[in-house]
Nanobody, 112 residues
Framework: QGQLVESGGGLVQPGGSLRLSCAAS????????VGWYRQAPGKEREWVAT????????YYAESVKGRFTISRDNAKNTVYLQMNSLKPEDTAVYYC?????WGQGTQVTVSS
């Protein structure tokens, strides 16, 4: 399976926004759903959002619903996670996943 590469993380103040990207190396990327997950220090990895292969359907964890938006551009083999109204509890390493492939993660830190 192809490689996934996340980017876009960083340090942001509470209430701020970030957009994460997940770029894939394979053409068949567009055929499958992609999920975002996150792992905070000392906690288990948790699911954040998923988007279908076509981009027509998306699903969110209750903790991010209304604040995060997942989208994809299959022409660019890329999935995005727009994160608004960020909270300190959103601090984590964010990973994208497709089938059995995982990216290396990108750090998001929400702090004043």
């Amino acid at each position: 399976q192809g490689q996934l590469v996340e980017s876009g993380g960083g340090l942001v103040q509470p209430g701020g926004s970030l957009r994460l990207s997940c770029a894939a190396s394979e053409f068949i990327f567009r055929l499958y759903a992609v999920g975002w997950y996150r792992q905070a220090p000392g906690k288990e990895r948790e699911w954040v959002a998923t988007i279908s292969g076509s981009g027509d359907n998306s699903y969110y964890a209750e903790s991010v619903k209304g604040r995060f938006t997942i989208s994809r551009d299959n022409a660019k083999n890329t999935v995005y996670l727009q994160m608004n109204s960020l909270k300190p509890e959103d601090t984590a390493v964010y990973y994208c996943n497709q089938r059995s492939s995982w990216g290396q993660g990108t750090q998001v830190t929400v702090s004043s």
